[in-house]
């Protein structure tokens, strides 16, 4: 948890921990997803989900054969959604029955793409092929919305057929229907954009914040092309103005998109290998 204005932080959960048994998680490639619902923390991992208390006790943890390489995970109608990357597809998670019941797998061919519902937690189910790379999923009552590094744009689910919604730059993520537009990360170009739709509409563009070089740890991984300083991943919606995006090395900033500038922001670590991915906004006192 952080608070911006007195530029605070505090880490109530260290997943180094060595008591901590999250061998799910992928080997190093930490946790990124985390939803809330009511006194439940949702975060996954790369192949299990966890829940725990607001004090980060452990609640629970769930598992399913078709979950690989989990991203960011979204909540709607009693339901939570989960990317599972490695498979092309989206999970679903009942949170009263506290069990995986539902899963789609997105199916591409010469540029049409394809819904292919399936048993998550059956021996029979999708291939791990991670063609799209698909990353981001949100939810609302005109549907599913998917993105991925290489679907092409945000696609959306109506319940029978997956369509483009919107073309967007390549590398995007955290890509979600806002007011008559749609708000994403535009990662290639280290910035978060928000673009409205017909005449007039506004165009948003506000670069993440940078630091100087000198500053910066474990640049040999930079040099190595496994990590990068300005990668844009996370984003949380405050209102209709105001929006928080994460960014490396592990810094959150707040925007004003009326305003079309930065508020503010907090950086966590200048290690370069650490970045934010999922962020949520945090209800309890």
Same mark, same amino acid.
């Given at each position: 948890?952080?608070?911006?204005?007195?530029?605070?932080?505090?880490?109530?959960?260290?997943?180094?921990?060595?008591?901590?048994?999250?061998?799910?998680?992928?080997?190093?490639?930490?946790?990124?997803?985390?939803?809330?619902?009511?006194?439940?923390?949702?975060?996954?991992?790369?192949?299990?989900?966890?829940?725990?208390?607001?004090?980060?006790?452990?609640?629970?943890?769930?598992?399913? $054969?078709?979950?690989?390489?989990?991203?960011?995970?979204?909540?709607?109608?009693?339901?939570?959604?989960?990317?599972?990357?490695?498979?092309?597809?989206?999970?679903?998670?009942?949170?009263?029955?506290?069990?995986?019941?539902?899963?789609?797998?997105?199916?591409?061919?010469?540029?049409?793409?394809? $819904?292919?519902?399936?048993?998550?937690?059956?021996?029979?189910?999708?291939?791990?092929?991670?063609?799209?790379?698909?990353?981001?999923?949100?939810?609302?009552?005109?549907?599913?919305?998917?993105?991925?590094?290489?679907?092409?744009?945000?696609?959306?689910?109506?319940?029978?057929?997956?369509?483009?919604?919107?073309?967007?730059?390549?590398?995007?993520?955290?890509?979600?229907?806002?007011?008559?537009?749609?708000?994403?990360?535009?990662?290639?170009?280290?910035?978060?954009?928000?673009?409205?739709?017909?005449?007039?509409?506004?165009?948003?563009?506000?670069?993440? $914040?940078?630091?100087?070089?000198?500053?910066?740890?474990?640049?040999?991984?930079?040099?190595?092309?496994?990590?990068? $300083?300005?990668?844009?991943?996370?984003?949380?919606?405050?209102?209709?103005?105001?929006?928080?995006?994460?960014?490396?090395?592990?810094?959150?900033?707040?925007?004003?998109?009326?305003?079309?500038?930065?508020?503010?922001?907090?950086?966590?670590?200048?290690?370069?290998?650490?970045?934010?991915?999922?962020?949520?906004?945090?209800?309890?006192?």
């Amino acid at each position: 948890m952080l608070d911006l204005e007195a530029q605070t932080a505090r880490m109530p959960l260290d997943w180094n921990t060595m008591d901590i048994d999250w061998r799910g998680r992928g080997a190093d490639r930490g946790l990124r997803g985390v939803a809330i619902d009511g006194e439940i923390v949702y975060i996954a991992a790369s192949d299990e989900l966890f829940a725990y208390t607001p004090d980060f006790v452990p609640a629970g943890s769930w598992r399913s $054969p078709f979950l690989k390489h989990c991203h960011e995970i979204a909540i709607w109608e009693r339901k939570l959604y989960l990317t599972s990357t490695g498979f092309d597809s989206v999970l679903r998670f009942d949170l009263d029955r506290q069990a995986f019941d539902w899963a789609i797998h997105i199916q591409h061919a010469n540029v049409r793409f394809k $819904p292919a519902p399936f048993d998550p937690l059956s021996d029979e189910g999708p291939m791990p092929l991670n063609k799209l790379h698909i990353n981001n999923v949100f939810c609302n009552r005109h549907g599913m919305y998917i993105t991925g590094l290489r679907t092409g744009g945000m696609l959306h689910f109506n319940g029978r057929q997956v369509h483009m919604a919107v073309e967007l730059p390549a590398g995007t993520h955290n890509a979600q229907p806002f007011r008559d537009g749609v708000i994403f990360n535009d990662t290639e170009a280290d910035a978060l954009r928000y673009t409205g739709r017909g005449e007039g509409h506004e165009d948003r563009a506000m670069r993440v $914040p940078e630091y100087d070089t000198e500053k910066l740890q474990r640049m040999e991984f930079f040099e190595e092309g496994l990590a990068r $300083p300005g990668f844009a991943r996370g984003l949380c919606v405050l209102s209709d103005r105001l929006v928080a995006g994460g960014s490396s090395p592990s810094t959150v900033t707040v925007y004003d998109l009326a305003a079309n500038e930065r508020l503010g922001f907090i950086n966590l670590s200048m290690d370069v290998r650490n970045a934010i991915h999922g962020l949520e906004r945090w209800p309890f006192d």
